[in-house]
């Protein structure tokens, strides 16, 4: 699904840039309709533009805004849907974009001069993917380019880099600064309340850590192939279960994987890994066991 959104996000931004170029050269106003009908704007709601909250987050302002939002939903949006499955990813993803346009309207109400400009961008429903990341776990190792040089910092840094930036820009807001720091803030509330009351449940101590969940640690690739896995999931509900043993020694190794394996792999891309029951915990356990003794 982070796929799906980064190809549709290009092809509007080709679209938005050929509809500008058009423009300025005809020097006809379509541009600026078009903004007026799909940027985010308090005008706009006004005027029964209700669609406007979804709109605006597939539009973007230049190629850098492009980029960077489009280089978090990469790095982090892939491995919040592959632990999740695509439906949550997306839930989260467009919840934490319409929320933060909504609370930078609000801010607009408050103070036109500094928040009321129209919001385009998909860096709230980023910022959410990327705030669930880090509170996933705070002590996970990112690194990161710069000035093309590699720095490894913990989630917990970036998270505190990031929310200052976007409170120092709320608290001294500039006319000139035309980032809308409301909507960042309303897309990190959105990732934090979800890992808390999502995944979490009753508080902060329902699940480890991540690299601390009681998962398979290795993930198979259809071929056989592993891959190692270090990602966020959500623990099994309490209780006491018992679960038979399936005697699969009969079956060949790729039997087992072509039968057993591939099925449970298929439904973790789909409803995420902590979809899975502890019948197919073990299997993965002893599919583990089998390349393991290879």
Same mark, same amino acid.
């Given at each position: 699904?982070?796929?799906?959104?980064?190809?549709?996000?290009?092809?509007?931004f080709v679209f938005d840039t050929a509809l500008e170029f058009q423009?300025?050269?005809?020097?006809?106003?379509?541009?600026?309709?078009?903004?007026?009908?799909?940027?985010?704007?308090?005008?706009?709601?006004?005027?029964?533009?209700?669609?406007?909250? @979804?709109?605006?987050?597939?539009?973007? +302002?230049? &190629?850098?805004?492009? %980029? /960077?939002?489009?280089?978090?939903? $990469? =790095?982090?949006?892939?491995?919040?849907?592959?632990?999740?499955?695509?439906?949550?990813?997306?839930?989260?993803? @467009?919840?934490?974009?319409?929320?933060? +346009?909504? &609370?930078?309207?609000? %801010? /607009?109400?408050?103070?036109?001069? $500094? =928040?009321?400009?129209?919001?385009?961008?998909?860096?709230?429903?980023?910022?959410?993917?990327?705030?669930?990341?880090?509170?996933?776990?705070?002590?996970?190792?990112?690194?990161?380019?710069?000035?093309?040089?590699?720095?490894?910092?913990?989630?917990?840094?970036?998270?505190?880099?990031?929310?200052?930036i976007t409170l120092i820009g709320l608290i001294a807001p500039s006319?000139?600064?035309?980032?809308?720091?409301?909507?960042?803030?309303?897309?990190?509330?959105?990732?934090?309340?979800?890992?808390?009351?999502?995944?979490?449940?009753?508080?902060?101590?329902?699940?480890?850590?991540?690299?601390?969940?009681?998962?398979?640690?290795?993930?198979?690739?259809?071929?056989?192939?592993?891959?190692?896995?270090?990602?966020?999931?959500?623990?099994?509900?309490?209780?006491?279960?018992?679960?038979?043993?399936?005697?699969?020694?009969?079956?060949?190794?790729?039997?087992?994987?072509?039968?057993?394996?591939?099925?449970?792999?298929?439904?973790?891309?789909?409803?995420?890994?902590?979809?899975?029951?502890?019948?197919?915990?073990?299997?993965?356990?002893?599919?583990?066991?089998?390349?393991?003794?290879?």
């Amino acid at each position: 699904m982070w796929g799906r959104i980064l190809i549709v996000l290009a092809i509007v931004f080709v679209f938005d840039t050929a509809l500008e170029f058009q423009s300025a050269i005809r020097k006809a106003g379509w541009y600026v309709t078009y903004l007026d009908w799909f940027a985010l704007s308090l005008d706009g709601l006004k005027t029964g533009k209700i669609w406007q909250p @979804l709109t605006f987050q597939f539009l973007h +302002g230049g &190629l850098w805004h492009l %980029l /960077g939002n489009s280089l978090i939903i $990469f =790095f982090f949006g892939r491995q919040i849907e592959s632990n999740f499955g695509s439906k949550t990813f997306l839930k989260v993803y @467009l919840i934490g974009g319409i929320i933060g +346009g909504v &609370l930078q309207i609000a %801010l /607009g109400l408050l103070s036109p001069r $500094f =928040f009321g400009h129209p919001v385009i961008g998909a860096s709230a429903g980023a910022f959410a993917i990327l705030t669930a990341f880090c509170v996933l776990d705070l002590n996970a190792r990112i690194t990161l380019l710069i000035f093309f040089i590699p720095v490894a910092i913990p989630a917990w840094l970036l998270l505190v880099f990031q929310g200052a930036i976007t409170l120092i820009g709320l608290i001294a807001p500039s006319e000139r600064d035309i980032i809308a720091h409301g909507a960042h803030l309303g897309g990190m509330i959105v990732g934090f309340l979800w890992v808390r009351y999502y995944v979490r449940g009753s508080g902060w101590g329902s699940i480890p850590a991540l690299g601390k969940v009681s998962l398979p640690t290795i993930v198979l690739k259809r071929g056989g192939r592993p891959a190692s896995s270090r990602n966020p999931s959500r623990p099994l509900r309490p209780g006491i279960r018992v679960v038979k043993e399936e005697n699969h020694d009969d079956l060949s190794d790729a039997e087992f994987i072509s039968k057993k394996v591939d099925p449970i792999l298929d439904k973790i891309r789909e409803q995420g890994i902590h979809s899975l029951t502890d019948k197919e915990r073990k299997i993965l356990e002893k599919a583990q066991g089998k390349l393991s003794g290879k």
